[in-house]
C-alpha cells in the first residue's frame, strides 16, 4: 500500500482483557518497527523484524507482550492481560532495508491509540 | 548511551516568522537523523532524513542541518503557517544499535495567526 496502515485506530480494553494490534507495512519493506508512546513522551522501541524473523524484542516491557510476523509482511503486537500502565499509542513503523541497509528513514503508521479501564 | 534533547519544548509564534528548533545528541556515532511532526492524537510524519555524511537537507519551507561532530541539528522553518502547528520530534539512529530509534521529547510548535 501507499503507507503504513494501522488498526484499530482507538481500543478500549477493560482491565485483564487480551488485545491484538494490527500492522500493515508498506509493501516490500524488509524491516518492521512497533514503538509504545506515552502521554507527552517520545517513542520507545518495543521491537523489530526483519522479514518473519524477530531480531530484537528487548524493548517488549513484560512477557504479557507477543508480536509476530509469520509471512514477513503483516504483523500484529498482542498484549494479554492488560494493565493500565499499558495505555499508551502503539506505533509501527517500516524501512525498505534490512540489517545492512541502514540508509532509510523510517515510515509510520498513524498509531492505535490504547486506553486501559 | 546516547540521548537526544530538544530545545525549546514549546514555541508560540505569529504566522509568518522564521524559526529554529534544535536538536543536540551525546553520541556522535550515528548512522542519520530524522525529524518527524507528529499532530495531536495523530501518527508520526517524516519531514526529513539526514545521512550521516550530509550536512543538510531541504524540503520547501524546511531545511535541516546536522553537524555531527558538535552532535546538534536543528530544522529551521521559514515563513511559518498556522498549519505548522506540531510537535516536531528528531530520533537517531544509533551506529550498531540493531536500528532502534534514540527520540527526544519534542519541541510543540503553536503558530498564531
Known amino acids: 500500500g501507499a503507507g503504513v496502515s494501522q488498526s484499530p485506530r482507538y481500543k478500549v480494553a477493560k482491565r485483564g482483557q487480551d488485545v491484538a494490534l494490527r500492522c500493515d507495512p508498506i509493501?516490500?519493506?524488509?524491516?518492521l518497527f512497533w514503538y509504545q508512546q506515552a502521554l507527552g513522551q517520545g517513542p520507545e522501541f518495543l521491537t523489530y523484524?526483519?522479514?518473519?524473523?524477530?531480531?530484537?524484542k528487548s524493548g517488549l516491557p513484560s512477557d504479557r507482550f507477543f508480536a509476530e510476523r509469520p509471512e514477513g509482511s503483516v504483523s500484529t503486537l498482542k498484549i494479554q492481560r492488560t494493565q493500565q500502565e499499558d495505555s499508551a499509542v502503539y506505533l509501527c513503523?517500516?524501512?525498505?532495508?534490512?540489517?545492512?541497509?541502514?540508509?532509510?528513514?523510517?515510515?509510520f503508521g498513524s498509531g492505535t491509540r490504547l486506553t486501559v479501564v | 548511551k546516547q540521548e537526544v534533547t530538544q530545545i525549546p519544548a514549546a514555541l508560540s509564534v505569529p504566522e509568518g516568522e522564521n524559526l529554529v528548533l534544535n536538536c543536540s545528541f551525546t553520541?556522535?556515532?550515528?548512522?542519520?537523523l530524522q525529524w518527524f511532526r507528529q499532530d495531536p492524537g495523530k501518527g508520526l510524519t517524516s519531514l526529513l532524513l539526514?545521512?550521516?555524511s550530509q550536512r543538510e537537507q531541504t524540503s520547501g519551507r524546511l531545511n535541516a542541518s546536522l553537524d555531527k561532530s558538535s552532535g546538534r541539528s536543528t530544522l529551521y522553518i521559514a515563513a511559518s503557517q498556522p498549519g505548522d502547528s506540531a510537535t516536531y520530534l528528531c530520533?537517531?539512529?544509533?551506529?550498531?544499535?540493531?536500528?532502534?530509534?534514540?527520540w527526544g521529547l519534542g519541541t510543540s510548535l503553536a503558530v498564531n495567526p
Open positions: 513503523a517500516s524501512t525498505p532495508g534490512g540489517q545492512g541497509a541502514l540508509g532509510y528513514g523510517y515510515t
Open positions: 509493501s516490500g519493506h524488509v524491516s
Open positions: 523484524f526483519q522479514n518473519e524473523a524477530q531480531l530484537d
Open positions: 553520541d556522535s556515532a550515528i548512522y542519520n
Open positions: 539526514i545521512q550521516s
Open positions: 530520533a537517531v539512529l544509533n551506529a550498531g544499535n540493531n536500528r532502534k530509534l534514540i
